[in-house]
């Protein structure tokens, strides 16, 4: 659905080769590139600022529920914004990605994939 001020909004992580893995979603406000680094010449493609590492760090705070957890058996998983009840917000468009880990493996490795296209987010009022 659209995403409106004040309501929430959900975000599906889908990749059926990976069921059982961490998934970590990345949102921020300052574009797609250059992107935020793996460490072995890959980049998700959200560019690092605040917003991102509010909603890594304090995502609940922000509204954010299930922004990182574990795929399930089919690979899927729901993230949901409870978006702020403040109009600004639908003046700043987001954009979002996430990243599926493989926890028994050391990073960069554990990056096991990146979602690909980069999602464009705007808030309705």
């Known amino acids: 659905g659209t995403p409106q001020v004040g309501k929430p909004f959900n975000l599906t992580i889908y990749n059926p080769t990976h069921p059982g893995e961490s998934y970590f979603l990345f949102?921020?406000?300052?574009?797609?590139?250059?992107?935020?680094?793996?460490?072995?010449?890959?980049?998700?493609?959200?560019?690092?600022?605040?917003?991102?590492?509010?909603?890594?760090?304090?995502?609940?705070?922000?509204?954010?529920?299930?922004?990182?957890?574990?795929?399930?058996?089919?690979?899927?998983?729901?993230a949901t914004w409870n978006v702020l009840p403040y109009q600004i917000l639908s003046q700043i468009p987001f954009y979002a990605s996430c990243i599926i880990v493989n926890a028994t493996k050391k990073l960069p490795e554990a990056v096991t994939s990146i979602c690909q296209p980069p999602v464009t987010i705007h808030i309705q009022p």
């Open 27 to 78: 949102m921020g406000i300052s574009g797609t590139t250059p992107g935020i680094p793996v460490g072995d010449g890959r980049f998700i493609p959200v560019t690092y600022d605040d917003v991102v590492g509010l909603i890594f760090f304090y995502g609940s705070l922000l509204g954010f529920e299930n922004n990182n957890g574990v795929l399930d058996s089919n690979g899927r998983a729901t």
